[in-house]
């Protein structure tokens, strides 16, 4: 059998905690056995939700009770700084002891990306660790890295990204040689904002990498790309905008839909089939987005995600652990200092 | 009756030229007294193409002629230097010698950009001029400035893009005391890069603009705001996302639609109405994007825009001028200098 993986499960973070979280956390430890959760907040809360299920192989789940809870609109810094028993402190002091391999929570992101470069640290090399998302594309998902908190990145940044999100898209999605691009505002090589010029050439000299040149805002959705480098301003915006424009797109077609009495007759046998289509090109479907570049791993599901998500979320520690993919990090990260100190 | 308006016609521009132009300025004259149009491209193509419509105003159309052509391929500058003699540059020229008071074209975007700066020129005290694309929401249209060639702006450009896009939305889109907000990661203060961090400060203590504040890309397609201001590669990446996540999620419609049999019959019967709501959130369907702070207006139309297109810009820029809009943008950018001088 692999190697077993213990993940960290904040049954306090998210709109469904602690329901959802610990559904998704029984429903992990029975469908594989080489994982072992550990739920951290309100034990009584969450010994109530266990309560729920039959045949919980007790010895891969287990609580670990914390006082505190980091509410969404608490300043990240200073929560966690000072809520040291939250489920979400407590959880990455363990993964940063090594007591556990990965922290998987739909809380605070704030909280979330702060904690896991104060509490858990960056590995050896990184510069700044990308939060990078998964997004829908018509051909599947891609990679958007970063989509942090930390803006104006350098290019040295920018380029470490693009190395973590291949070995990411690789070893834990699956794709191989995947595509890397760099966000442009034309395809054209001499377009680009400072950043963007500065940092095309030392993509290039990426022998690591399957570097495919710039990508245009409009060819994310095409899938022209696996991995998508941005610099988290920029990312933060795309991935808001999917959201929005699905959004409101979504609304104007049942608006469309509702227009006339034919339209509505229509609507209703259109409905189950336009549903689960519409469900693949969900930005919120692809749940967990990874911290990449820490001792350990950390990854933030959305907060509305439901049990499936944290579920699907906790698999995809146990692949990151399995495939060492900080190993593989780490070693592409050395090989980095080289091309970037030599700009082509 | 009011004073009369000429517009510059590029009847050489986009994938439908010179058909669409053509025809486009022909509507316009017939539907308008107080309009004027010239058409600058070959001569003998135009008069074929005028040749297709009855009862034209003769007075009110009339032909210049020119040799060249600037492909959308070609490096703008370099094609403006050249082709003294092409449809762009002769227009933008009769703009500038004020022998016109408008150019519309749906060529080559750099070129027209490119052209409208060094040809036409800025107006006094404006720093850069933007340009400035309608962009549809849930509920109508906002102003999204600037999406032009300049990227990397600075905190002071980003004012006088607020400032121009709050008098284009308020005299020449109707919009009474339009909503201005800075496209931002976040919805607090604290949030932004450094150009938002520096920038924000500087749009609060603008008293002439109703600054609301950050607006996250989230909530652009909600119409949260009427002047989305933002630096040009953000901009781009906006525009661009927004078409490909609309065209995306269109195909997805599309294939949900047609998956089964039942939803076979459901979208015959869904069809037309949907098609008039989607219309509706169609970002090309709006057409020309203004080039601001221009002596003279230039309006850029999407590549592929037909007739109506053609027609709705060559308004535009008529109302531009009717509500002297260039004499208001000078106003309140002379007014601007003290406010960006003193920042809060």
Redesign the interface.
């Given at each position: 059998m692999a190697e077993s993986v213990k993940v960290v499960v904040d049954a306090m973070g998210g709109d469904y905690a602690p329901v959802e979280p610990v559904k998704g956390a029984v429903q992990a430890v029975k469908e594989r056995q080489d994982i072992q959760v550990i739920l951290t907040g309100d034990k009584t809360a969450i010994e109530k939700e266990l309560g729920k299920y039959q045949d919980i192989p007790k010895d891969r789940i287990q609580i670990v009770h914390t006082s505190e809870v980091i509410e969404t609109a608490e300043p990240p810094v200073m929560a966690i700084r000072k809520k040291k028993d939250s489920s979400i402190v407590v959880g990455l002091n363990m993964v940063k002891k090594q007591e556990a391999d990965a922290f998987v929570s739909s809380g605070s992101t704030g909280a979330v990306l702060v904690g896991g470069q104060v509490l858990v640290g960056r590995s050896k090399g990184v510069e700044r660790p990308p939060l990078a998302p998964l997004i829908p594309?018509?051909k599947g998902v891609s990679l958007l890295i970063d989509c942090g908190a930390n803006?104006?990145a350098r290019p040295s940044h920018l380029v470490q990204f693009a190395k973590m999100g291949a070995i990411y898209m690789e070893h834990v999605v699956g794709v191989e040689n995947p595509r890397v691009a760099i966000?442009n505002?034309?395809a054209e090589e001499e377009k680009?904002?400072?950043l963007?010029k500065e940092t095309f050439p030392l993509l290039k000299a990426c022998k690591s990498i399957n570097f495919i040149g710039s990508i245009?805002?409009?060819?994310?959705?095409?899938g022209f790309a696996d991995v998508v480098v941005c610099e988290?301003?920029?990312g933060?915006?795309?991935?808001?905008?999917?959201?929005?424009?699905?959004?409101?797109?979504?609304?104007?077609?049942k608006?469309?839909?509702m227009?006339?009495f034919?339209?509505k007759?229509?609507?209703?046998?259109?409905?189950?089939?336009?549903?689960?289509?519409?469900k693949?090109?969900d930005a919120s479907e692809h749940g967990g987005a990874p911290l990449l570049g820490l001792k350990g791993l950390v990854v933030k599901t959305h907060g509305s995600a439901v049990a499936v998500e944290i579920k699907n979320a906790i698999f995809q520690c146990v692949q990151f652990k399995q495939q060492r993919i900080n190993e593989k990090i780490a070693e592409r990260i050395n090989d980095q200092e080289q091309s970037t100190s030599e700009p082509a």
């Open positions: 594309t018509k803006v104006d966000v505002n034309g680009g904002n400072a963007v245009e805002a409009r060819d994310i959705p095409a988290a301003f920029v933060n915006v795309i991935l808001k905008l999917y959201e929005g424009v699905g959004a409101t797109l979504i609304e104007k077609v608006e469309g839909m227009s006339s034919r339209s007759i229509g609507a209703l046998l259109v409905k189950p089939a336009l549903k689960a289509t519409l693949t090109f």
